[in-house]
T-cell receptor
Framework: AQSVTQPDIHITVSEGASLELRCNYS??????LFWYVQSPGQGLQLLLK??????LVQGIKGFEAEFKRSQSSFNLRKPSVHWSDAAEYFC????????????FGTGTQLKVEL | NAGVTQTPKFRVLKTGQSMTLLCAQD?????MYWYRQDPGMGLRLIHY???????AKGEVPDGYNVSRLKKQNFLLGLESAAPSQTSVYFC????????????FGQGTRLTVV
């Protein structure tokens, strides 16, 4: 079965600083990979996804992620964080067939200091 | 478009009571899902459906039942609520074709006392 690990439970960065959120996955083949963001009291919104092709994918709100097969990683990055980026971020792996189910990591809570 | 709508948004139940959470989507999506979100555990799949009239168990199905009588609606039932079912519940839907974006509802915060 596939699994997703987000090793950082909480991260605090200063506004304007760069950000990297880590995600490692376990899956037998090249997976479908996603990053979602959840603002307080809200549902999840898709930031970006990787299916195949270019390993550096661009998403909304200035986020990008890089797929590294050798490290089984899909880390999320942003060059300059804004206070409005404070939220919880979830990495997810998609398993095709049998319902296209998503397996989520435990999430990383991002705090932005002004 | 409303997207995915969950009702109710908040609910407090007493142990042993029953309730049904409703999820409605207006995007004509085939696949629908119910997740629960607990602190430090991310989202875990309870049940899912790959089309009208179908349901299947996810990772944590015990204590829950579901029904998909209409394509646009996916109901989650708790027959006898327990404090361990205190959680935030999210519904999501996906198109059948490919592995496209999952659209999520705003969530239902359920407390069982």
């Amino acid at each position: 079965a596939q699994s997703v690990t987000q090793p950082d439970i909480h991260i605090t960065v200063s506004e304007g600083a760069s950000l990297e959120l880590r995600c490692n996955y376990s899956y037998g083949a090249t997976p479908y990979l996603f990053w979602y963001v959840q603002s307080p009291g809200q549902g999840l919104q898709l930031l970006l996804k990787y299916f195949s092709g270019d390993t550096l994918v661009q998403g909304i709100k200035g986020f990008e992620a890089e797929f590294k097969r050798s490290q089984s990683s899909f880390n999320l990055r942003k060059p300059s964080v804004h206070w409005s980026d404070a939220a919880e971020y979830f990495c997810a792996v998609g398993l095709t067939g049998g319902g296209n189910k998503l397996t989520f990591g435990t999430g990383t809570q991002l705090k932005v200091e002004l | 478009n409303a997207g995915v709508t969950q009702t109710p948004k908040f609910r407090v139940l007493k142990t042993g009571q029953s309730m049904t959470l409703l999820c409605a989507q207006d995007m004509n999506h085939e696949y629908m899902y119910w997740y629960r979100q607990d602190p430090g555990m991310g989202l875990r799949l309870i049940h899912y459906s790959v089309g009208e009239g179908t349901t299947a168990k996810g990772e944590v199905p015990d204590g829950y039942n579901v029904s998909r009588l209409k394509k646009q609606n996916f109901l989650l039932g708790l027959e006898s609520a327990a404090p361990s079912q205190t959680s935030v519940y999210f519904c999501a839907s996906i198109r059948e074709t490919g592995f496209s974006e999952a659209f999520f509802g705003q969530g239902t915060r359920l407390t069982v006392v």
